[in-house]
């Protein structure tokens, strides 16, 4: 079992910065393949941002260029900093850990991200 404990968000304008960290209590953080997932009500939950075990990175074209995500894997920690914020990143951001081996996939409680002046 994998718990992961988000925190970061919060009420910000339009333009500004806010950075999430999410804490994974695992054994072997640096084999997980680590991601920031966002929903608004009545949509999907979309794929942000990822970041593999090797360090590779991808991301949803809309905050390309605009967010950036990172691992300490001393640290057991994923983070997403995001600069630049407009009023549609909105959403409640979910961090997700994924086993690539086994396939599954483990998800924290949500943290809230408002965008709005």
């Known amino acids: 079992q994998v718990q992961l404990v988000e925190s970061g968000g919060g009420l910000v304008q339009p333009g500004g910065s806010l950075r999430l960290s999410c804490a994974a209590a695992v054994t072997i953080f640096s084999g997980f393949t680590m991601g920031w997932y966002r929903q608004v009500p009545g949509k999907p939950r979309e794929l942000a941002a990822r970041i593999f075990r090797d360090g590779a990175t991808y991301y949803m074209d809309s905050v390309k260029d605009r967010f950036t995500i990172s691992r300490d894997n001393a640290k057991n920690t994923v983070y997403l900093q995001m600069n630049s914020l407009k009023p549609e990143d909105t959403a409640v951001y979910f961090c997700?850990?994924?086993?690539?081996?086994?396939?599954?996939?483990?998800w924290g409680q949500g943290t809230q991200v408002t965008v709005s002046s």
């Open positions: 997700n850990a994924l086993n690539p081996v086994r396939g599954s996939n483990y």
